[in-house]
């Protein structure tokens, strides 16, 4: 297993930019399926899960092309409605394309999904909403099975505003039949992006980004070209790791629209930031301040930065408390910092934070996407060399981090084991 080898304390200057979304790219992804035609993808990051999501699709009998950062899917000949366990369990969102796969096939079979261990991760609020639209979804052996004769639109109101249930529910309702009203809705800007895909596709959806959501199911789509929106995770992680090296960049292809609870605490720790159309100037003081942090679902501060900032605030003046709000065992990471010298402590849902004069180098281990990107900050401030192992967890999710930190100054190789 590969390692990054990062020999800390340098400051990260100049200018780097920002990747298409990870988390805008799968459900896309997975929407090329309701066409019986060509889509054309632009910016979808080249990562693990891309990758995963494009493999499914190919299993499924979809041909694709990919060339950089572009992804044409011709999906007219999908001969296949079951999604591979094995590839199933490789990441958490493929249960997305059981909307997809029901909504033009009237049937699906999957089994549960996997994905980075961060707690307890049901899809209890899928099926509902699925069963909400006439779907019959049963169990079997470890399958779900999804059969339907007609989708016929309702009213969902969600018990909680989960992002991955809210694009299922909006891909199974885009070809059904009548009117979809989904409350409560996830309003994550990667949903809006969806939404904006499916309607150039020939769909009809609005009010994503606010909490109701309303799909008019159509019988037909049509070819479609779209570009991604950019990556608001890695946004924020590349401003954070150039805010605890006391350093200067400048990000482009970025919007800071899509992160303003992250620039805001990014403020409170010390940092000036500047924001352009779309570019975000960053300038970090020689020691940032201890912030608190409270994760919620858009437009609360994301669970996805929580490890990060957790990484930024090590070396921070003053207690910061960290709050996760979204997602049981997110903390992981939090041990593998102390054997860096940070001083965590945890009580419940809640990491205490005091800051210390200095983090130390040591092997350290990624024990999910996020929580390895915090180690990269972390390490990335600390004096001497440290060792993060296990970094497939990272590539799931960044596309060229290493690169983009080595053009920013960073001194960061790859130790393939
Ligand atoms: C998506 C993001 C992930 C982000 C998360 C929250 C993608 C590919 N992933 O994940 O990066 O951290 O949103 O912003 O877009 N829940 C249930 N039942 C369900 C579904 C969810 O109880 O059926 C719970 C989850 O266990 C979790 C919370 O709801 O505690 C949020 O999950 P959800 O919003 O669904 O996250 P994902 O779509 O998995």
Same mark, same amino acid.
């Given at each position: 297993m590969s390692s990054y080898i990062i020999e800390g304390g340098k400051k990260l200057e100049g200018k780097t930019y920002v990747s298409g979304s990870k988390n805008a790219s799968l459900p896309i992804i997975a929407a090329?399926?309701?066409?019986q035609g060509i889509s054309k993808l632009y910016n979808?990051?080249?990562?693990h899960d891309t990758q995963m999501m494009i493999e499914i699709l190919k299993k499924l009998g979809c041909k694709v092309k990919c060339n950089k950062n572009k992804v044409v899917v011709d999906?007219?000949?999908?001969?296949?409605?079951e999604i591979p366990e094995r590839l199933m369990r490789?990441?958490?969102?493929?249960?997305?394309l059981a909307g997809s796969i029901v909504g033009r096939y009237k049937k699906a079979i999957f089994s549960y999904p996997g994905g980075c261990d961060i707690g307890v991760r049901p899809i209890d609020l899928h099926i509902k909403g699925f069963e909400k639209l006439g779907i019959n979804v049963q169990e079997s052996f470890g399958k779900i099975i999804c059969l339907v004769d007609e989708i016929k639109g309702t009213e969902i109101n969600l018990d909680f505003p989960s992002v991955g249930a809210t694009e299922n529910i909006i891909l199974a309702s885009v070809l059904g039949n009548g009117k979809t009203i989904i409350r409560n809705a996830a309003m994550e800007p990667e949903i809006e992006d969806l939404q904006n895909f499916l309607n150039r596709m020939g769909a009809r959806v609005e009010?994503? @980004?606010?909490k109701t959501i309303i799909i008019n199911g159509v019988h037909k789509l049509k070819d479609v070209s779209y570009n991604i929106m950019p990556d608001r995770i890695e946004t924020g992680t590349l401003l954070c790791a150039a805010a605890v090296t006391g350093g200067k960049i400048v990000l482009e292809r970025a919007n800071s629209e899509h992160i303003k609870p992250v620039i805001d605490k990014l403020e409170e720790a010390g940092c000036k930031i500047e924001i352009e159309r779309d570019f975000i100037i960053l300038d970090a003081p020689k020691k940032l301040k201890a912030v608190d942090i409270n994760t919620m679902p858009y437009? @609360?501060?994301p669970t996805d930065m929580q490890s990060i900032f957790g990484a930024i605030l090590c070396t921070a003046t003053g207690t910061s408390i960290i709050t996760e709000?979204?997602?049981?065992?997110?903390?992981?990471y939090s041990g593998e910092l102390q054997r860096m010298g940070a001083k965590i402590i945890i009580k419940d849902k809640s990491l205490i934070i005091k800051g210390v004069r200095k983090l130390y180098g040591t092997k350290v281990k990624a024990t999910d996407l996020r929580g390895g990107a915090a180690l990269i900050v972390a390490a990335l401030k600390a004096k001497g060399k440290t060792e993060i192992e296990d970094i497939k967890y990272i590539l799931r999710g960044y596309e060229k981090i290493e690169k983009k930190l080595i053009d920013l100054g960073g001194n960061i190789k790859v130790l393939i084991n």
């Open positions: 090329t399926i309701l066409n979808v990051p080249r990562i999906s007219s000949n999908v001969n296949n409605y490789e990441m958490r969102s493929s249960v997305i009010g994503a @980004g606010t437009p @609360g501060f709000n979204i997602f049981e065992s997110r903390f992981k």
